[in-house]
């Protein structure tokens, strides 16, 4: 079995053992930042393939790799971008123009930093990690806002302002799911979050959480700015929205922090209504047997199922208008979210339910 | 110990270098993401303080919703600052006045208050499960629920003036009503006519 | 409790540097031939008519304002869901009273037509 152990003595040989930790640990997540930006690569893959089919088409089969027809299609794409010339038009703000990228990205990674991919395997084991999932997701905004304005062309002005209005929709919905979880969990730590579900499928947050839930997938749709909700790229309208006059690699990190996005919607999607890494056997089998242990294998399985309906919707639905938008976020989902609170608030106060800790 | 006062220290540096920056840029949009980093900053000063929630709450809230707002009014007023700032050196006595006072009060704390005998102590060890958010809710919900109540007062005529003050309806737009299109049946759309056929000539 | 928050602030520093590698690998790798033609703004092979930041609809601020308010007033939320247990029957009623007042800007900004987008 490898483990961290040598190395972990040798650096601390190396450097001194007070800076062994956070050089650990830099190591750490740049590992596991490269894994998800390789899951991102095979999604943007999976994500023509599954269309394709839904749409009785082949998708990418030119780029082989390991002998399959299409495997090595994001890698093409990636050396395609970095050899793209990287364009800033000349009217734009250049100093913006090149910062809204990582504005963008930065956020969509370090949210990252709290989620628990196993039992206590999360790298920053915060009070607070909910509330600071929030207060991250809510600065993706400034990448979308900056790059539309800082091109200075109408497409991507337009785009950026649709999806501000959007976004800023959306989260409150979002916010208002949040609490419910909250409620049901009594504490703001992710890992506690996931604890509190324990008890097999049916104890877990969607089943008593069911409209909470729907509200949360479907904001976290709009916020990604997805198919139907992507009136801010919009290609048949205005192009490709915020990011039209981006090219080459300045356009390939919008394009990863979307991804990265999407696949963090479905992490956090599981985590908060499916209950993370505990096993859907849990509760039923033996604590001992194997299938019913927890752990990142169930997590990671889980996270697949949200991650292929935000394909499935993108296939299936056309986009929505703006007013049919703005109309979805502020009347259905915001009241729809408002009134389960106050059921779950009912319910927590009369014992129903598998809250512990009852009022 | 040492590391922290260090990151201390660069983050207030930055926090005060951003905050001149606020006030000295000449693209008000630069204005407005300085201080956006100040904000940024001053959340990681007070996280530092153990003051947990009210930090990220400061991301949130001024980061993430109200310099949003800003942004939005900045960057699509279309504003010509040059204009605006013609008179402005004018005002210099007021703006004198102002900065003083909040520099008298700031010395009153950190002088008066804190170095001139009244040492505030190192703050007592939190225990092992302490939970900023939910020390702070109990004491928000039992002891300050009247206050708690008074500021959701304020956040209802906040947003009924900023209603009143912009809402413009335009004349003439047909907007989709939803609840109507459901409710219709077909008796409403489409009449049948009994007629005899008609006789061929 | 600070610990804690250094892998999210070293998370944060290494997501700028990889973001800025690639940027960078990109700026170097790709060629760099510019012209009049493609430096110009987008605008479907139209010459731009006017500058491309404009005055905009009114309702996007409008959006935005209540959007901050709301969001204030899910900051208040989170504590008194977090603290549900400790504060029991009295906290439950003091959230009901504080909802039913957001409840009423909701109601009032629906039938004024606020969230209404024509």
């Given at each position: 079995m490898w483990t961290w152990e040598p190395i972990r003595v040798r650096l601390s040989s190396l450097i001194t053992a007070y800076w062994a930790d956070p050089v650990l640990t830099a190591v750490q997540i740049l590992m596991v930042m490269i894994g998800v930006i390789l899951v991102m690569a095979f999604y943007t893959l999976a994500e023509r393939k599954i269309i394709g089919w839904m749409q009785s088409r082949r998708g990418p089969n030119r780029v082989n790799l390991f002998w399959v027809p299409g495997l090595g299609q994001p890698f093409a794409d990636v050396v395609k971008l970095l050899f793209k010339e990287i364009l800033v038009p000349g009217d734009a703000n250049k100093v913006l123009f090149r910062v809204a990228p990582f504005l963008t990205m930065i956020p969509a990674l370090a949210?990252?930093?709290?989620?628990?991919?196993?039992?206590?395997?999360?790298f920053a084991n915060i009070d607070a990690g909910l509330l600071f999932i929030l207060a991250m997701a809510s600065l993706g905004v400034y990448g979308v806002i900056l790059a539309g304005w800082a091109a200075n062309s109408k497409y991507a002005f337009l785009g950026a302002m649709r999806s501000a209005a959007q976004i800023v929709a959306y989260e409150i919905a979002m916010g208002f799911a949040m609490v419910g979880v909250l409620m049901a969990a009594g504490s703001l730590n992710i890992g506690r979050i996931i604890e509190s579900q324990h008890g097999g499928p049916l104890s877990w947050n969607w089943f008593w959480l069911f409209p909470l839930f729907v509200v949360y997938y479907i904001a976290g749709v709009a916020e990604t700015n997805r198919?139907?909700?992507d009136v801010a790229e919009g290609e048949s309208e205005i192009?490709?929205?915020?990011?039209?006059?981006y090219s080459g690699m300045a356009f390939a990190l919008f394009f990863i922090a979307e991804y990265v996005n999407m696949i963090l919607i479905s992490a956090l999607t599981v985590i908060f209504f499916f209950g993370g890494w505990l096993s859907p056997f849990d509760g039923y089998l033996p604590a001992s047997s194997l299938l019913a242990q927890p752990g990142f294998f169930w997590f990671g399985l889980k996270t697949l199922v949200p991650m292929f309906g935000f394909l499935w919707l993108r296939a299936t639905f056309p986009r929505y208008r703006y007013d049919q938008i703005m109309r979805l976020g502020w009347k259905a989902l915001i009241p729809v979210t408002l009134v389960w609170l106050f059921v779950e608030g009912v319910l927590i106060y009369c014992h129903v339910g598998p809250w512990k800790g009852h009022i | 110990m040492m590391f922290e006062t260090l990151l201390f220290f660069a983050f207030s540096a930055v926090l005060v270098g951003a905050a001149f920056g606020v006030i000295l840029a000449r693209n008000p949009v630069y204005s407005a993401l300085l201080l956006v980093l100040c904000f940024f900053n001053s959340a990681v000063i007070w996280l530092m303080l153990d003051a947990e929630f009210l930090g990220i709450v400061l991301v949130l809230v001024y980061v993430g919703a109200v310099m949003v707002l800003f942004l939005f009014v900045v960057m699509m007023l279309d504003v010509n600052l040059e204009e605006l700032r013609k008179g402005l050196a004018g005002y210099w006595p007021i703006a004198a006045v102002v900065a003083g006072l909040m520099v008298f009060a700031i010395l009153d704390v950190v002088v008066v208050k804190h170095l001139g005998g009244v040492s505030l102590g190192a703050a007592p060890p939190l225990p092992a499960d302490y939970s900023n958010t939910r020390v702070l809710g109990e004491a928000l919900f039992t002891r300050y629920a009247y206050p708690a109540q008074i500021a959701a007062v304020i956040l209802l005529v906040a947003s009924i003036a900023a209603i009143v003050l912009t809402l413009r309806h335009r004349p003439g737009v047909k907007p989709q009503n939803v609840g109507e299109q459901v409710r219709v049946s077909a008796k409403d759309r489409v009449r049948l006519v009994k007629m005899a056929p008609e006789k061929r000539p | 409790m600070l610990d804690q928050y250094l892998p999210i602030l070293i998370f944060m520093g290494l997501a700028a540097v990889l973001g800025l590698a690639l940027f960078t690998i990109g700026w170097f790798a790709g060629p760099r031939r510019p012209d009049a033609q493609k430096l110009?703004?987008?605008?479907?092979g139209f010459e731009a008519f006017e500058d491309a930041r404009m005055r905009f609809d009114v309702r996007y601020y409008l959006v935005a304002i209540i959007f901050v308010v709301f969001d204030l007033e899910i900051a208040f939320f989170f504590p008194w869901a977090v603290s549900l247990r400790e504060t029991g029957t009295f906290g439950l009623l003091a959230m009901l009273v504080f909802a039913l007042l957001l409840v009423v800007a909701l109601v009032y900004d629906y039938r004024k037509g606020a969230l209404e987008w024509d």
């Open positions: 949210i990252w930093s709290v989620i628990p991919f196993a039992p206590q395997k999360a198919a139907p909700f192009v490709a929205g915020f990011h039209v006059d | - | 110009s703004p987008y605008e479907c």
